[in-house]
């Protein structure tokens, strides 16, 4: 207590000796330091305020519950709702090619659709993020730390250098192309690449880490093995978006997605060249493949 009444008694001297305009100077200096600390603490508020409203409304990532399962009969492939399809890969296959060709079809697509949708749910996802961020950005608004991260974890997996690039590359197809290309490089789930590999789209590699013990002839290259059907599917994609290959159907892909029309672009992807692109129309347009471009996943698996 005595030194508080010694430090009072000092300052009282102290501003007793100080001129009229050493006071004024003091006390607007005063003034201005209280006016500053004032907004500080209102700065200080309205960050909290506006990050908390950030945060609340910050882009939420959903998950797709995958169900992993075996096939050792035809019964075990679980048939699809178009409208609520059960999110089911399959770890384990077997050739279909002793069902009649309408039936044989028909477990194909029941077989793959499904990991076809979970890849497209988690692109368009990621897409939508995208664009989320892109919003934030034209409208001035800071990324919260975890958005930035994503950011940039997304552009180094496609080796994008801007949000632009990274839409083009991170894009899905139409799910009948996809089908398409299925049933053309599995044979309808025939092929050994299908049944020994969990290849659907006939892959090959170089890398024996990824190799199943099928080799090519007079070649060292093997045949991708997948662990499950999605593996294999979301490996297309990564084929389609990624490669030099695919650039022209990526941009055109942007600006349409009618089956007949993006099929004109994927002639690369096979020897066959238009041969190809010819087969994969006709495999769309004879088994009515368009009609599973609006299939989805069932919300009751999606959180």
Not at 188 to 196: A, I, L
Not at 238 to 249: H, L, R, T, V
Not at 268 to 274: D, M, N, T, V
Not at 280 to 293: Q, R
Request: glycine residues 2%.
């Amino acid at each position: 207590m005595d030194r508080i009444d010694n430090l009072y008694r000092k300052l009282r001297i102290f501003y007793k000796r100080l001129t009229g305009r050493e006071k004024t100077t003091i006390f607007f200096v005063s003034f201005l330091f209280f006016i500053v600390f004032l907004k500080a603490i209102h700065d200080v508020r309205t960050y909290r305020i506006i990050k908390k409203e950030e945060i609340e409304k910050a882009f939420k990532f959903k998950k797709v519950i995958v169900l992993y399962r075996e096939i050792n009969r035809y019964t075990d492939i679980v048939p699809i709702n178009c409208s609520a399809v059960v999110p089911v890969t399959y770890t384990k296959v077997i050739s279909l090619r002793g069902l009649p060709i309408p039936e044989r079809k028909k477990k194909f697509i029941d077989m793959v659709l499904p990991s076809i949708l979970i890849v497209n749910f988690y692109i368009e996802q990621d897409r939508n993020f995208i664009k989320y961020i892109k919003n934030k950005i034209k409208n001035g608004k800071f990324l919260l730390p975890e958005e930035e991260e994503k950011v940039k974890e997304l552009l180094e997996r496609y080796k994008a250098e801007t949000l632009n690039e990274l839409l083009e590359k991170m894009n899905v197809n139409p799910v009948s192309i996809v089908l398409a290309q299925a049933a053309i490089e599995s044979g309808w789930g025939t092929s050994r690449f299908f049944v020994e590999a969990n290849n659907i789209f006939g892959v090959w590699t170089f890398n024996k880490k990824y190799a199943s013990k099928i080799k090519a002839r007079k070649s060292n290259v093997y045949l991708k093995a997948y662990p499950s059907l999605l593996n294999s599917v979301k490996d297309y994609y990564y084929s389609i978006n990624m490669s030099w290959a695919y650039k022209k159907f990526r941009l055109v892909r942007l600006r349409t997605d009618d089956p007949f029309l993006l099929s004109n672009y994927l002639e690369k992807y096979s020897i066959l060249r238009e041969r190809y692109v010819e087969k994969i129309k006709i495999v769309i347009k004879t088994n009515n493949l368009t009609k599973y471009d609006n299939c989805s996943l069932s919300p009751a698996y999606i959180h």
